[in-house]
């Protein structure tokens, strides 16, 4: 009963928090909805049956597609308690064999979250409609078109959502008798974005725990306006709940009232977001939050301006800051302001989260994502960021008017929910094991209805409707270029890795000196040596007396635990020292910057070692192998294969004699250098001095003491990374097409994006760059 309740509290607390992150978008849509479905020919059609009809059809749309479709249907599609685009593209892939990940390995199926539990019965037989999409490898490239689609249009909402919120909620100005000229709103929205924007780089963590109180707050008060204005100025308005009004708005307007459809769907704007928060909540937080609060709230709200619009007709311009009582009107445009930067807020860091995503997919150009212990759930990507901010800025400015803001708007709302709704199609087949006739169902019912919404928005293309349709487009190009691009390069390290046998050939000192240290060769191929290797000996007379062979890659997975991340494999004989370190994260996993990977890696390594001399009887290593790989699992007994002590500094641990029984391969002016240079460099501050010794036990292997003393020495002398300086070409009996993606635009990508050291955080002092010619 004690653990019920609290759990009971742990919802509830979820369901508060959701506020701030999942609803912001949504509830600011009141600011904007009416005046754009009015804004059209369907402004002269001024009658009761027409204001009562738009009503309705706001609540049915509301009702069904943010209610039914989303919180009640798509939600329990989480992807191990992730949404969006690509969290459902994940879930596919992972029952259907459509994965376009290059390095994907047997060992990944064997992680904890890689099948979510109720979803997947290995006994249940293949259907025939999953042996023929597996058999057409062009199912591939349309499923993952269809999921950056709809990230492309996520990324639009980034753009449209801080231009459309911020500048409605300003233009309340306008309301009073003083009417300001609206440059000047235009003037005050830019500076509210600016400041907005640029706030990013500090995190938003010291005043995150407001964000929820002001939606909370926001919406408790259009709720109250909303019941105002029902009771003062037309009480019948609950007629129109009835969807016999929708039959009665078209009769009266026709052509007009379809034409209007994109200004009423502007009431589900934020429904995606909604969606792709899910991962800061749970299924059962958001289905509280926005069935108690957010839908009754909005309700209440639409159906109280209707009531006043009815009466008003004149007031249909401004409607919403028109129908406010004025004594509580500037109360109001206070919170209104503060609501709609908390939604541009809540959909700006849903933005980076997206584009993180798409470049764990390897469809995105290499990015710094920025992430600190204190920032609770939220990244940061620099050059999203003032990305972002100049395509505000230029909507807003452009535009100037909330209306032609919202035909993007709305275009790029209605073509992500189609897109989401194509995919949960996908997920009710393959992933939940439906029958194909309730796929088919939810695809014609619910797609249905977003189809007639797209179509009348896709009439305001030529007035503003072109901005979704060109960033996606450009977006899409940027990814598609990139992922090709990265795809050939993969496959030419592919076909020219070195063979064992050539490594054999060399003996166990590779045919050059070993020099103290470790060498870790950053390479994108989880098997195999790479050509970068054979390079590396051929030009420089010595490699590092241990060399492990880093592979980063991602899992189709949000998140991988710590103790499932590090695959571990041994290259050739023992005596070589050399291995292979596949580290895997999630797509929603965040390369932190504290992270001690030297150090982890060194521990998993001695584990390895030690377990592999035992048997791996002790089951610390994973049953799933994969050629010669094995999961090395976080255990207790780390402290059993080496002790760990931190350090002060260079000069205090080389004369420490308890630290360590091994010397230090490099010279004292060598250290002193180094401990300069750390000193100078604010980013290697917080690295953690960590030595490593052998734990005083008379009943380890001699070979294995060998084997773990060497290791030490080697991260005592110091730890080189070694990573590729690729120059990437086409080849010359290429095709024009083939030559002018990869010289021309792939190449520019790589050129104007970030280094892969700094998206790897490796230290710029321990970095050796070598340069490879790809012909792909």
Known sequence: MVERKSQHKHVL???????????????????????????????????????????????????????????????????????????????????????????????????????????????????????????????????????????????????????????????????QTERPHHSIVVVIACVVLVGLFALQHFGTYRVAFLFSPIVIVWLLCIAAIGVYNIIEWNPRIYEALSPYYIYKFFRNTGKDGWLSLGGILLCTAGTGSMFLGLGHFTTASIRISFSCVVYPCLVLQFMGQAAFISKNFSSISSSFYASIPDPVFWPVFVIAILAAIVASQAVISATFSIVKQCHALGCFPRIKVVHKSKWIGQTYIPEMNWILMILCLTVTAGFRKTTLIANAYGIACIADALVTTCLMSLVIIFVQHKNLIISLLFLLFFGSIEAIYLSSSCMEIPRGGWVPLVLSSVLMLIMHVWHYGTRRKYLYDLQNKVSMKWILTLGPSLGIVRVPGIGLIYTELATGVPAIFSDFVTNLPAIHQVVIFVCVKSVLVPYVSHKERYLIGRIGPKAYRMYRCIVRYGYKDVHKEEEDFENHLVTCLAEFIKLEAEGSGSGTIDGSVDGRMAVVRTSEKFGTRLVMSEGAGIEESSSSSLLTTVTNGKSVTLQKLQSMYEQESPHLSHRRRVQFKLPDTDYMDSHVKEELSELVEAKRAGVAYIIGHSRIKARRNSSFFKKFVINMAYSFLRKNCRAPAVTLTIPHISLIGVGMNYHV
């Open 13 to 175: 607390l979820l369901a508060y928090q959701s506020f701030g992150l999942a609803y912001g978008a949504l509830s600011v849509s009141p600011l904007y909805v009416y005046r754009s479905t009015f804004s059209g020919n369907l402004q002269h059609h001024q009658n009761e049956y027409v204001i009562f009809g738009a009503f309705s059809l706001i609540f049915w749309t509301l009702t069904l597609l943010p209610l039914f479709n989303y919180v009640i249907i798509t939600l329990n599609a989480d992807d191990n308690g992730e949404g969006g685009p690509i969290a459902l593209y994940s879930l596919i892939c992972r029952h259907v064999k459509l994965s376009l990940l290059p390095n994907h390995q047997a060992a990944d199926e064997e992680i904890s979250t890689y099948h979510k539990p109720g979803y997947i019965n290995r006994n249940t037989p293949s259907s025939p409609l999953k042996r023929f999409v597996e058999k057409h490898k062009k199912t591939r490239n349309v499923l993952l078109l269809m999921a950056l689609l709809g990230a492309c249009l996520m990324i639009g909402y980034g753009v449209l959502t801080p231009s459309i919120s911020v500048l409605a909620s300003i233009e309340g100005l306008q309301v």
